[in-house]
């Protein structure tokens, strides 16, 4: 059924879900919502099924009219959001009525916000996935971003008894200056002094960050001198640390399936929400962990997840 | 997890990656999401709530046992029509000059060739084709176009590609299929897998008009 009108669609609105798994072997990049946290509790919030497409909202906010009755949840970037001109509260739900106007101001801290809906938003799926890959003109929206004029429709499901709240001890704070976990390789031989650099320093996020990935300012991560700067092209993955021949580093995020430049680190998927909340400006350093306290980590989110849903959503 | 299988682009080792990746398909193991075959090695990515690298390991190593009994089924073949030079391959003549030969050449042998597709990758259904003759072997353009129109057939050093999708890109340009080689809304959208083998039939500009018209109904 019909939701929204799209009065102004923000910087950068995409339809976005967990991700289009399968398709990498043919060049298709995963693509998805980028902070799997916040996607994660706002469709708990409006009770969807976990894997529901949600609007990834960036940096600048939007103005909807509702066309039909739903729930709607709002978490991520710290936003300030308005129906009918009055505050609404972010990481709850609450309940929008056809001629309601729904304004998402500009963020104030963070980068992205996500908005859930009951039912999902709905939009054909392609190839098994509802995430927009604007690149190859795909998924989500008529594969790109939304457009003033754009009729935002939800699949069905059922409205909420009652209005559902995130505990305020689970709801994340962004700094901009972030630690972000990081392991080793796989390139990680190509480089001797570089990979002290790269653990020691304080990198700045530059103005050329999307979703393909963040590229970074800071002292120059030197190859080893004997070693080639490219690598035949391989897979990359979200979270790789590419270093070019000029020494700055680039995280690649989700819309690259390979690439040619060598890789000194992988940040660790756990941490790549907190780079979805990193905006041009900010700095991050890199810490390094094994493998083991990667996966210990990944564990520690698992049980989050289940704990906020069984007792942090009230 | 990358399981790599050598250090350098070679149909050999290009194979073992792929009856990796084949086997990984007939028999998947609990907690693999996905693989990603390239020229020598195999990305599986893993779910690490449902298995761990240590267990993975050996379930791999365990399958380079059944690598030999694997029979990688022979290439398909895929024939591209390629409408060559003018407007649709504005670097032709470059391609020509740089390896003194025509431009008559420069078709004759590209489509007399066979080539391997040794990965998909860059924008959905890039091939990355192995087997361009050394007669025809240029560098790659000093500035990358901003926008390469989606067919267009090009030659980066050693290796000839086509761009699925209109994008930016700094190959060769010799020439340009009218076919659509991206149709998202298929299973199967694309004409052409990893492994298969593509050949370019030369068209007329006449046949290209015609063959534009029979995609689009």
Redesign the interface.
């Known amino acids: 059924m019909d939701l929204f009108s799209v009065l102004t669609p923000g910087a950068y609105t995409t339809v976005q879900d967990n991700r289009r798994y399968g398709y990498q072997q043919m060049g298709i990049p995963l693509s998805g919502a980028l902070d799997s946290f916040s996607f994660n509790v706002a469709n708990m919030l409006v009770e969807n099924p976990e894997n529901c497409a949600v609007l990834e909202i960036t940096i600048m906010g939007c103005r909807f009219e509702v066309l039909n009755e739903a729930d709607v949840a709002i978490t991520g970037a710290q936003i300030g959001v308005t129906l009918n001109k009055r505050p609404a509260e972010c990481w709850s739900s609450f309940r929008v009525k056809s001629g309601d106007i729904l304004e998402i101001k500009q963020v104030k801290s963070g980068c992205r916000a996500y908005l859930a809906v009951t039912g999902g938003i709905d939009v054909p799926e392609v190839m098994g996935s509802r995430s927009t890959y604007v690149g190859g003109s795909i998924g989500g929206y008529l594969g790109r971003p939304l457009k003033q004029g754009d009729i935002i429709k939800r699949g069905k499901g059922l409205l909420l008894k009652q209005a559902r709240h995130l505990s305020p001890s689970v709801i994340p704070q962004y700094s901009s200056n972030t630690v972000i976990h990081a392991v080793l390789g796989p390139q990680d031989e190509f480089f001797d002094e570089g990979i002290k650099t790269l653990f020691e320093s304080e990198f700045m996020i530059t103005a050329k960050a999307d979703r393909m990935g963040y590229r970074l300012q800071g002292p120059e991560i030197k190859h080893r001198a004997e070693m080639p700067k490219s690598i035949i092209s391989e897979p990359s993955v979200p979270g790789g640390v590419q270093i070019p021949a000029d020494g700055q580093p680039i995280i690649l995020l989700v819309e690259q399936t390979v690439g040619g430049y060598t890789k000194i680190a992988t940040v660790i998927s756990t941490d790549l929400c907190k780079i979805a909340q990193a905006t041009p400006g900010d700095t991050i350093c890199f810490e390094q962990v094994t493998l083991e306290k990667a996966h210990a980590l990944y564990h520690d989110r698992q049980n989050l997840m289940k704990e906020i849903e069984k007792k942090h959503i009230i | 997890m990358?399981v790599e299988y050598g250090?350098?682009?070679d149909p050999v080792i290009n194979n073992k990656v792929r009856s990796m990746?084949m086997v990984m398909e007939k028999k998947p193991l609990n907690g693999v999401?996905?693989?990603?075959?390239?020229?020598?090695?195999l990305?599986i990515?893993y779910d690490?709530?449902t298995t761990?690298?240590t267990k993975l390991e050996k379930e791999i190593l365990d399958f380079e046992e059944l690598l030999s009994q694997i029979e990688i089924p022979p290439p398909d073949t895929v024939e591209i029509p390629v409408c060559y030079g003018g407007e649709f391959g504005p670097d032709i003549r470059f391609v020509a000059e740089h390896n003194s030969i025509t431009e008559d050449d420069v078709i004759r042998i590209h489509s007399g060739a066979e080539y391997h597709i040794f990965?998909?990758?860059?924008?959905?259904?890039?091939p990355?084709l192995g087997g361009l003759p050394k007669a025809l072997h240029t560098p790659r353009l000093e500035t990358p176009r901003s926008f390469v129109s989606e067919g267009s057939v090009g030659i980066a050093n050693n290796q000839t590609g086509i761009y699925p999708?209109t994008?930016p890109g700094g190959w060769q340009l010799i020439g340009k299929t009218p076919l659509k080689l991206?149709a998202?809304?298929h299973?199967n959208?694309?004409i052409y897998?990893?492994g298969d083998r593509i050949k370019f039939n030369p068209i007329s500009a006449e046949e290209y008009a015609r063959l534009v018209g029979e995609v689009k109904k």
Do not use: C, H, Q
């Open positions: 990358l250090d350098e682009i990746a999401l996905e693989t990603i075959p390239t020229y020598r090695s990305l990515i690490p709530a761990n690298p990965m998909i990758g860059f924008t959905p259904g890039f990355f999708l994008s991206f998202p809304e299973t959208p694309f897998k990893v």
